[in-house]
């Protein structure tokens, strides 16, 4: 196999990290052997000793170039460590961004492939290019002598797992994803003696998984993991119970919330009501006869009322005070007084069988009033839009009133 071990270095931005992996796979299933950071650093290495050393074993670099390639410090130093060795660099463009700094003197006057919008189109490409640099002749080698030297670390104080799937998956290794195998090729991991959980998750089915602990073995050793066996009906079986448990789980979550929220809001409806009330301000006083009605303005500011005095009288919620002199034109007995829901009118009913409307800020009277019942008009009050009103009268009759064509009453 000779002193080079990889045949490509792949320098990219971590953000970038699912391009290269991409790559690293697609030129893998070609037999062109990568070296990628995230998968080929042993946890517990220092990160410059393993990329001056993975650089000085490849015949070439791609360079994954990015806008967050072009801002990163890190790549400066391995560009420039391929350079003074005179090895071969394609710059594989994810963005049409200029180069900037290291990268501009580095990287502008060497080929290029634009890879933008879509990368993986541009895989075939790559690869072809690839090959050329680092002179690779596929009908020279098989699949299975070239997976068999497709050996990344050789480091005698790890030891070393290698594992062939028998087809498409992604490997974790405590939990972390560690690589993406592809069927009937050889991978192999430098790890540290010692126990490790490793799992093996189908790219064609997230439900095809199996999970396996065992202790490393102190000799080099292939570990044939049969995928297959994971789509059994018993494991599809338990993943359909661990998904059913947790659909069940959030339900109780979200039903449970739900019950504390209602509980929240009967114990403070109940504890508002339990309440002994008290008079929070002196009377307003001001009739001179019986008040029939009185009631809030929407924002709670105003208080309305009716008399049999035959007037409206407007008050300040907060002092108590009179505001403007009392609304007179009635001429009966003032059943009811309302805010309309924006505060600007007051709709009043009367013993004289007609209904006023009122501006709540002058306190004059808007129009007409409103005739059309045949004894006394006991309630009156506007719609949640403000656009009519409805009336109740002893003529044992309910009607309903619009203004559409009332310049005070927008929309109609």
Known sequence: MGETIYDVFISYSSKDQKVAEGICAYLEQRHIRCFVAFRDIPKGKVWASAIVEALDASHMMIVVFSKNFNISEQVDREIELAAEDHKPILTFRLSNDAFKGAKKYYLKNINWIDAFPEPDKCFGELAEEVGKLIDISHDDFSLEERAEENIFIANSALSCLKVKADMNCIFYIDGEECAHLKAGIIQKFPLAKGEYELMFVSEDNDDDRLELEFEMPEVDKLQKVNLSETRNARLQKEAEARRIAKEEERKHETEQKANEERKRCEEEERAWYTKTLEQISNPLVGHISLVESAAFSPDGRRIVSASADNTIRIWD?????????????????????????DGKRIVSASDDRA???????????????????????????????????????????????????????PNG
């Open 355 to 409: 209904i006023r409307i009122w501006d709540a800020q002058t306190g004059k009277q808007i129009g007409n009033p409103l005739e059309g019942h045949t004894d006394g008009v006991y309630s009156a009050s506007f719609s949640p839009d403000g656009k009519r009103i409805v009336s109740a009268s002893s003529d044992k009759t309910i009607r309903i009133w619009g203004f559409p064509d009332s310049p005070w009453f």
């Open 317 to 341: 919620a907060q002092t108590g005070k009179q505001i403007g002199n009392p609304l007179e034109g009635h001429k009966g007995c003032v059943f009811s007084a309302a805010f309309s829901p």
